[in-house]
């Protein structure tokens, strides 16, 4: 199991920007894929961006696409998701999340298995 740990929410105005980071301990060597997800009040939560553990390779999805950037430090310990141009819409709460198999690309909730307790992103306009 991986214990998961976000910060760097808070309030921002529209064309600001935020980091958040994501602290991974525990079992962190049996992830294959760290995703950011996000949920808004009466909302689904959705997949906002993946990374794979190995080889670092990058998904988004459309709506962050060209905004977002995930990343991860070489220790493989910590996950950040940068976060530019921010607009209203994207007020939610965020949560860190690891996967044993995930197909990364796909950012399935079901497919992660570990949740950190979320940060929240507040953009006014």
């Known amino acids: 199991q991986v214990q998961l740990a976000e910060s760097g929410g808070g309030s921002v105005q529209a064309g600001g920007s935020l980091r958040l980071s994501c602290a991974a301990s525990?079992?962190?060597?049996?992830?294959?894929?760290m995703g950011w997800f996000r949920q808004a009040p009466g909302k689904e939560r959705e997949g906002v961006a993946g990374?794979?553990?190995?080889?670092?390779?990058?998904y988004y999805a459309d709506s962050v696409k060209g905004r977002f950037t995930i990343s991860r430090d070489n220790a493989k310990t910590t996950v950040y998701l940068q976060m530019n141009s921010l607009k209203p819409e994207d007020t939610a709460m965020y949560y860190c999340?690891?996967?044993?198999?995930?197909?990364?690309?796909?950012?399935?909730?079901?497919?992660?298995?570990?949740w950190g307790q979320g940060t929240q992103v507040t953009v006014s306009s």
């Open positions: 999340a690891a996967a044993r198999f995930a197909l990364c690309h796909l950012i399935r909730r079901q497919d992660f298995a570990d």
């Open positions: 990374i794979y553990t190995n080889g670092g390779s990058t």
């Open positions: 525990g079992s962190t060597t049996s992830s294959n894929c």
